[in-house]
């Protein structure tokens, strides 16, 4: 039988992806449909603004998404025009002509995109959103691109729509989406008070709800049993010191999933994710290295030599020390005492080599040994050199 890939569908985790389910995002779910759900129960009644503000992966886009597609359901069933558009303000260059240009072509898929001014393309969305009697919910996504190229007067006209006429149907809604809440300070003050109003915060995700997602993720992407349940904790364990970013903790599954099909692998391993951890960047090992006593160069290869032999994603104390006794025996050396391999354990871990944490049991407490960022067998090659 050929080699079967991990993956039964791949596009799972993609950065563009947005799941069926967003997961614990039910009160700011809230808030946005506090918000925007006239559009559907009093349509053309009002106009609202507001803007979600969080750290990169802490699921400002998958929220708007996800929100605009559930609107656009309820809009469908009480037969109420209306619609969604998001668009990606660093993709169309910061440009308020290119973000409108963008908004009229998805009403109207035919129009012309060259020949207007920004001014023109305002007054021609006015009338094209009354010829089609429809309202659309605008999301401006990284709107710092928009503030950063144009200052104050992109958003001054959008937040100012309906002002020139404000007997007419209220036809558009904003929703600005930005990491950096600092950007707004380049608002003059009349811009900033309309969009100030109403702020949706998104905290970091924790290692438990990483997990969540990770889980969820690899139940629609893999393989059943490609991803023991090791690697989702130990992927949660890296991205949860990352700002608790899910992007990057998705991304880390995704391209630990790519490894283990370019070794035909049946199953990710730490190691796997472990190559993916590093980054863009070619695999290093840390310059303090070389600055190491003997004995800690040699329980650091213990370590390397423990995640090498060993498919775990964590180690007991008691493991590694074991293995550094095989290490000094294999190099003749004679081996430290329980307090002394302690200290050496100690200072990997203020270093960065090697990532220890306290986990507690019905057994009692142990501490446990993790090896994050560096591959075990790129770190024991290293190490063996120095030797």
Same mark, same amino acid.
């Given at each position: 039988?050929?080699?079967?890939?991990?993956?039964?569908?791949?596009?799972?985790?993609?950065?563009?992806?947005?799941?069926?389910?967003?997961? *614990?995002?039910?009160?700011?779910?809230?808030?946005?449909?506090?918000?925007?759900?006239?559009?559907?129960?009093?349509?053309?009644?009002?106009?609202?603004?507001?803007?979600?503000?969080?750290?990169?992966?802490?699921?400002?886009?998958?929220?708007?998404?996800?929100?605009?597609?559930?609107?656009? &359901?309820?809009?469908?069933?009480?037969?109420? $025009?209306?619609?969604?558009? *998001?668009?990606?303000?660093?993709?169309?260059?910061?440009? /308020?002509?290119?973000?409108?240009?963008?908004?009229?072509?998805?009403?109207?898929?035919?129009?012309?995109?060259?020949?207007?001014?920004?001014?023109?393309?305002?007054?021609?969305?006015?009338?094209?959103?009354?010829?089609?009697?429809?309202?659309?919910?605008?999301?401006?996504?990284?709107?710092?691109?928009?503030?950063?190229?144009?200052?104050?007067?992109?958003?001054?006209?959008?937040?100012?729509?309906?002002?020139?006429?404000?007997?007419?149907?209220?036809?558009?809604?904003?929703?600005?989406?930005?990491?950096?809440?600092?950007?707004?300070?380049?608002?003059? #003050?009349?811009?900033?008070?309309?969009?100030? #109003?109403?702020?949706?915060?998104?905290?970091? @995700?924790?290692?438990?709800? /990483?997990?969540?997602?990770?889980?969820? #993720?690899?139940?629609?992407?893999? #393989?059943?049993?490609?991803?023991?349940?090791?690697?989702?904790?130990?992927?949660?364990?890296?991205?949860?010191?990352?700002?608790?970013?899910?992007?990057?903790?998705?991304?880390?599954?995704?391209?630990?999933?790519?490894?283990?099909?370019?070794? $035909?692998?049946?199953?990710?391993?730490?190691?796997?994710?472990?190559?993916?951890?590093?980054?863009?960047? &070619?695999?290093?090992?840390?310059?303090?290295?070389?600055? /190491?006593?003997? *004995?800690?160069?040699?329980?650091?290869?213990?370590?390397?030599?423990?995640?090498?032999?060993?498919?775990?994603?964590?180690?007991?104390?008691?493991?590694?020390?074991?293995? @550094? *006794?095989?290490?000094?025996?294999?190099?003749? &050396?004679?081996?430290?005492?329980?307090?002394?391999?302690?200290? @050496?354990?100690?200072?990997?871990?203020?270093?960065?080599?090697?990532?220890?944490?306290?986990?507690?049991?019905?057994?009692?407490?142990?501490?446990?040994?993790?090896?994050?960022?560096?591959?075990?067998?790129?770190?024991?090659?290293?190490?063996?050199?120095?030797?």
């Amino acid at each position: 039988m050929g080699y079967q890939s991990v993956f039964i569908d791949e596009s799972i985790l993609e950065i563009h992806h947005i799941p069926e389910a967003i997961l *614990h995002r039910d009160t700011e779910m809230r808030h946005l449909e506090s918000l925007f759900d006239h559009i559907v129960t009093a349509p053309q009644e009002m106009s609202q603004k507001a803007v979600i503000i969080g750290n990169v992966g802490s699921g400002k886009t998958v929220l708007a998404h996800s929100y605009g597609r559930a609107l656009k &359901e309820k809009a469908a069933r009480k037969r109420v $025009n209306f619609h969604y558009i *998001h668009i990606n303000c660093r993709e169309r260059r910061g440009s /308020l002509f290119m973000v409108l240009t963008q908004v009229v072509t998805r009403i109207r898929p035919d129009f012309p995109e060259r020949g207007y001014s920004a001014n023109e393309l305002l007054d021609i969305l006015r009338q094209i959103l009354d010829e089609e009697e429809t309202q659309i919910l605008l999301c401006l996504d990284e709107v710092d691109a928009l503030i950063d190229k144009e200052g104050s007067d992109a958003l001054y006209y959008l937040t100012r729509f309906h002002e020139t006429t404000p007997d007419d149907p209220r036809r558009l809604n904003l929703l600005c989406i930005s990491k950096d809440a600092e950007v707004f300070r380049k608002l003059d #003050r009349s811009t900033l008070s309309s969009l100030q #109003r109403n702020v949706i915060r998104m905290p970091d @995700y924790d290692r438990v709800q /990483l997990s969540d997602i990770l889980l969820n #993720r690899m139940e629609h992407a893999f #393989r059943k049993e490609a991803v023991p349940l090791e690697i989702i904790d130990f992927i949660s364990d890296i991205a949860s010191k990352e700002r608790g970013d899910a992007r990057y903790a998705i991304s880390l599954l995704h391209g630990a999933g790519l490894n283990a099909d370019r070794e $035909n692998s049946r199953q990710l391993t730490p190691e796997h994710v472990r190559s993916i951890a590093v980054g863009i960047f &070619e695999v290093t090992v840390p310059d303090e290295i070389q600055y /190491l006593s003997k *004995h800690e160069k040699l329980s650091l290869l213990g370590i390397a030599r423990f995640f090498m032999s060993n498919n775990a994603s964590e180690a007991s104390t008691g493991e590694i020390e074991e293995s @550094y *006794h095989l290490v000094c025996e294999e190099y003749g &050396e004679k081996k430290r005492g329980h307090t002394q391999f302690w200290k @050496y354990l100690k200072k990997l871990n203020d270093l960065d080599f090697v990532a220890m944490e306290m986990h507690s049991s019905s057994q009692g407490r142990t501490q446990l040994i993790r090896l994050d960022k560096i591959p075990a067998e790129k770190l024991g090659a290293k190490v063996v050199e120095l030797l």
